[in-house]
């Protein structure tokens, strides 16, 4: 269920009227609805066993106030690098609640995550050997597991999809099932399995099914672990995350609660206790959660379609404006206090960004309302992988990043426009 656009329309009037919250300078800000991303939370939460760590990706977000108000909800943090890890810790994550993965890290890294005590998911066999030389003059106070790649299968986006026959993350299971069993029989410290199926474009067979093929290695391990007299076993499994969402209105896609029960009727392992369960959702927790208000700037008025100047384009939304057949986001107008424009006649508008090449459009020849200098075009569903991708290609500041509650009965900052100053340190 996405945010309406009367409840942001709602929002930005409220934020208009308060010139704290959107100043002069403020051609766009971008906006989180901290109430709606509350309940996505506790939503969560009671679909899965209590013992169970979600562990929210801090690719799709990296806002550390909102890493701090996912952690003090009890929910931990999915680094998929060194300073990814680091923004866990600056939001004050306990190291049993953070999850490092990345397919290149280096000793450095490793070191690091390791004195630190998080849990680790070593992507390749070769890094579970480093892993061992590292721990023989340093002792384990985290855990570790190891990713596998179930290889059943790719979704309907390919670039996001990570679980075909070849893909550059974790150890093939076709071809390395005897190797990863040795590797559970040969290091004492390894203690958990981790997948990833793939992001938006993966159907919930698809993400079931690679779930399921882990599992039944991991139950393998543990059959060949007891015969073989080791007093230890497989306690910890990373399912990862991949739950798509909806950016079409009319798209359907599974719920959450549906995904939780198919995974306990058909591995109830992940529910009864035998495992510690780690999830790493992503988009499914803050897509939604984010829309962006833009000022127009310029109409350039032609008799076919007009075209509507906006101060974001690539730079935020740089997987819409690169493959514009793969990604969506709705388009809306409010005018200069914040009001919906819905009614008249509708005419064709491109929405183009402030981007000096060809490619920087966000919408082309949409119907919309009559647009005017000073209204606000209004992008849903930029919760998500989004600021996280800010491409600083023509030296762009990022926006104001604004959180409310209660469709705007109190805002609050959550990131400061990038100054200029900061953009001439940057490349200084």
Same mark, same amino acid.
Not at 37 to 54: C, K, N, Y
Not at 76 to 103: H, M, N, T, Y
Not at 178 to 191: H, K, N, P, Q
Not at 400 to 405: F, K, L, P, S
């Given at each position: ?6 409840? %942001? ?14 100043? +002069? ?12 991303? $509350? ?11 209590? $013992? ?11 806002? #550390?106030? #909102? ?8 929910? &931990? ?33 490793? !070191? ?14 070769? *890094?579970?050997?480093?892993?061992? *030389? ?16 179930? $290889? ?12 075909? +026959? ?11 099932? *005897?190797?990863?069993? =040795? ?21 919930? !067979? ?19 672990? *007891? ?6 076993? %497989?306690?910890?499994? @990373? ?72 101060? #974001? ?21 409010? @005018? ?7 009614? &008249? ?28 200098? &000073?209204?606000? %075009? ?9 600021? =996280? ?5 023509? =030296? ?9 509650? +209660? ?14 100053? $900061?953009?001439? @340190?940057?490349?200084?």
């Amino acid at each position: 269920m996405r945010i309406s656009t009367a409840s %942001i329309s709602t929002a930005l009037e409220r934020a208009i009227a308060d010139r704290s919250v959107i100043r +002069d300078e403020d051609t766009a800000v971008i906006f989180y609805d901290l109430s709606w991303l $509350q309940g996505r939370i506790g939503e969560l939460v009671a679909l899965f066993p209590e $013992q169970t760590l979600h562990a929210i990706a801090v690719k799709a977000n990296p806002l #550390v106030r #909102v890493l701090k108000m996912i952690q003090k909800a009890g929910l &931990g943090l999915e680094a998929a690098s060194l300073p990814e890890l680091c923004l866990a810790q600056k939001a004050a994550a306990a190291p049993a609640r953070i999850v490092f993965d990345s397919p290149a890290k280096s000793r450095k890294e490793l !070191e690091y995550a390791l004195q630190a005590g998080v849990h680790i998911n070593a992507d390749s066999l070769a *890094e579970l050997a480093r892993i061992d *030389e590292l721990l023989k003059n340093m002792p384990l106070t985290g855990t570790i597991g190891v990713r596998i790649n179930p $290889q059943v299968g790719t979704g309907a986006i390919s670039m996001l999809s990570v679980a075909g +026959d070849y893909s550059k993350f974790g150890v093939p299971i076709k071809q390395q099932r *005897e190797a990863l069993l =040795s590797a559970f029989l040969r290091y004492d410290w390894l203690s958990g399995v981790h997948l990833h199926v793939g992001s938006q474009g993966c159907e919930l !067979e698809l993400i079931t099914r690679g779930i399921e093929t882990v599992y039944e290695f991991a139950l393998e391990a543990n059959r060949l672990l *007891e015969r073989e007299g080791k007093k230890r076993r %497989i306690e910890i499994f @990373d399912i990862g995350g991949g739950m798509p969402v909806a950016y079409h209105p009319g798209t359907k896609v599974p719920a959450m609660a549906e995904y939780a029960a198919l995974l306990q009727s058909r591995l109830p392992g992940l529910f009864d206790g035998s495992f510690r369960v780690i999830t790493e959702f992503g988009r499914w927790l803050h897509a939604h959660s984010g829309w962006t208000a833009s000022r127009v700037e310029y109409i350039k008025k032609e008799e076919r379609v007009d075209t509507a100047m906006v101060h #974001v384009g690539a730079d935020l939304l740089l997987r819409l404006c690169y493959r514009p057949e793969e990604w969506h986001h709705e388009i809306a107008v409010a @005018d200069r206090s914040g009001r919906l424009k819905s009614a &008249g006649e509708r005419k064709p508008c491109t929405i183009a960004g402030p981007l000096c090449f060809a490619g920087d459009i966000i919408a082309r020849e949409i119907a919309l309302p009559p647009v005017e200098e &000073g209204d606000y %075009i209004l992008i849903q569903d930029t919760g998500a992988y989004t600021l =996280s991708m800010w491409s600083i290609y023509n =030296s762009r500041q990022i926006p104001r990043v604004i959180g409310y509650y +209660d469709e705007g009965a109190r805002f609050e900052v959550l990131r400061e426009r990038t100054s200029l100053a $900061q953009i001439v @340190d940057f490349w200084g």
